[in-house]
């Protein structure tokens, strides 16, 4: 999508002169908002910046456990962003440099991989495509495996690996109960699946230290494993912060209801990288769920106010929380508009497929 300029032809900055549109990061909400720019922004130049192709980040779990993910080669620049001079309005990469009118910075989150000594240096993750396949051709040949956290990462991790390697002994390590936020019902058919599947929980643990052979507990006693896999958390890249953008205490773009960054109104935020008020008076969390959203709606909003016409908030709402456990099973939690769970909730093979149609979807919605 590099110099790709939309056909139907806007009002730019400037008589004559294209209003330069920079998006950063082509995961959900990058890609999509630069595939939606391209069809409804006129007579702009838009530019897609990336160090990778669009791949669907929610099947890390499946490539680690030896699954193919499907990959869409980046129609922009390859490039990894060095730095931002909001002065200038100009984005330094490592090959070059763009200027622009409006950014949109959609460079996601990754692994939480300092949080606690020695992860870095002795634990896998799932975050990315290359750390799930590191973690795919370390398995043969390990027995145990201990994966730390309890959130949807780490629950996905651990029954994918111990489905698709019976011969594995998994164990899922949390300092809060698996499932917490979920409704009773989900996280009784969760805890089912663990059962089923032979997956140990080690819960209210509290991790001090990762090594070479398995991990410290805050009470002393020593989880010993072949392998560690880190799903405990993510956070997003310093650039933000840095370059001089108002952050939140997790380095997250603070923005308006419009995804403006409250410091710098030309930059809109997305994704992971941003924190956007939701019906709850909380920040988003980071999801699929809400990065695809975020990206169709900054293409729209930016016609709309290139255009002359007034900008509309964004109406972020939460309806489901999608589980996979393995291939066929899974859990669907049912929300409200805030993101707390209520009664309903899918289960079994139902779950599984309602959620692989939506996985699809999402990526189909992404690159259209």
């Not at 993750?125 to 949807?152: C, F, I, K, S, W």
């Not at 293409?299 to 509309?312: E, F, I, M, N």
């Amino acid at each position: 999508m590099t110099g790709v300029t939309s056909r139907n032809g806007w009002l730019s900055s400037q008589v004559g002169v294209k209003h330069r549109v920079v998006i950063l990061g082509a995961g959900y909400a990058g890609f999509g908002a630069a595939r939606r720019a391209a069809r409804v922004l006129r007579d702009a130049d838009i530019q897609l910046v990336s160090r990778a192709g669009f791949i669907e980040r929610v099947r890390m779990h499946q490539l680690a456990a030896g699954q193919e993910v499907g990959y869409r080669p980046l129609p922009g620049r390859m490039a990894t962003v060095t730095g931002i001079d909001l002065a200038s309005r100009i984005v330094h990469l490592d090959d070059g440099e763009l200027p622009y009118d409006t950014l949109v910075y959609a460079l996601g989150s990754s692994a939480d991989l300092e949080s606690v000594p020695g992860v870095r240096e002795h634990a896998f993750a799932v975050a990315t495509p290359d750390q799930a396949l590191r973690l795919r051709d370390n398995l043969p040949g390990a027995d145990t495996v201990a994966v730390v956290g309890g959130g949807l990462t780490g629950i996905e991790t651990a029954t994918e690996l111990a489905e698709a390697h019976p011969g594995l002994r998994v164990s899922l390590v949390s300092d809060s109960p698996v499932g917490g936020w979920l409704s009773v019902r989900a996280q009784k058919h969760v805890r089912k699946a663990f059962a089923r599947l032979g997956v140990s929980l080690w819960e209210w643990q509290r991790i001090t230290k990762v090594g070479s052979a398995g991990v410290l507990l805050a009470d002393g006693r020593e989880l010993s494993a072949d392998m560690v896999v880190w799903a405990a958390g993510f956070r997003v890249p310093p650039l933000a912060a840095s370059s001089g953008l108002a952050v939140d205490s997790r380095g997250r773009i603070v923005v308006d209801s419009h995804l403006r960054s409250v410091s710098h109104p030309e930059v809109r935020a997305i994704g992971d990288a941003a924190a956007a008020p939701t019906p709850g008076g909380t920040e988003t969390r980071m999801s699929c769920q809400t990065a695809l959203p975020m990206g169709r709606y900054v293409a729209a909003d930016l016609a709309r106010t290139l255009a002359g016409r007034p900008s509309k908030p964004i109406r972020i709402r939460y309806v489901w929380q999608n589980i996979s456990l393995g291939r066929h099973d899974g859990v669907t939690q049912f929300t409200r508009a805030d993101d707390t769970p209520v009664n309903a909730v899918l289960t079994g093979r139902l779950s599984a497929w309602f959620k692989e149609f939506i996985t699809r979807s999402a990526a189909w919605q992404t690159s259209r």
